[in-house]
């Protein structure tokens, strides 16, 4: 079955807002933190954080890849998980990073979040249980 979805609209995954913005993210994060790598005491939260954000773009594409409405569903559900944890954390790391880069950070996990909310919402309208 072939999932029709906000991401399709107009040619693809490539074209879905929050699974371009979680690549966004992911880089930030990737920029961020590569200045804290020295501190081994962070290596743990460090870690934890390209792993979350990682995880949204990742559940994203493998959601997209199964075909199916309810997995791909299922996949955004995880996805967004992964975008408030990703957002918590960068709300921690306020010891270390500058507050105008979280804020910035924080702002933009919440329209990943909104878009991921709208389309399951979207999607759970057309495959009524």
């Known amino acids: 079955m072939k999932v029709k979805n906000e991401s399709e609209e107009g040619g693809g995954l490539e074209r879905f807002g929050a699974h ?14 590569s200045k804290l790598s020295t501190d081994f005491t962070l ?7 390209y792993a979350s954000a990682d995880s ?37 790391f306020k010891h270390w990073l ?3 880069t979280i ?14 909310t709208a389309t399951i919402k979207k999607l759970r309208t057309l495959d009524p249980k």
């Open 20 to 33: 371009r913005k979680a690549i966004e993210l992911f880089d930030f994060v990737v920029q961020d933190l």
């Open 43 to 49: 290596t743990r939260l460090i870690g934890q954080q």
């Open 56 to 92: 949204i773009a990742a559940n994203i594409e493998e959601g997209y890849g199964r075909g199916s409405r309810k997995e791909y569903t299922q996949f955004l559900i995880i996805a967004r998980g992964s975008a408030q944890e990703t957002m918590g954390r960068y709300q921690r």
């Open 98 to 100: 500058p507050e105008g």
């Open 103 to 116: 804020n910035l950070r924080t702002l933009l996990c919440r329209e990943i979040i909104a878009i991921l």
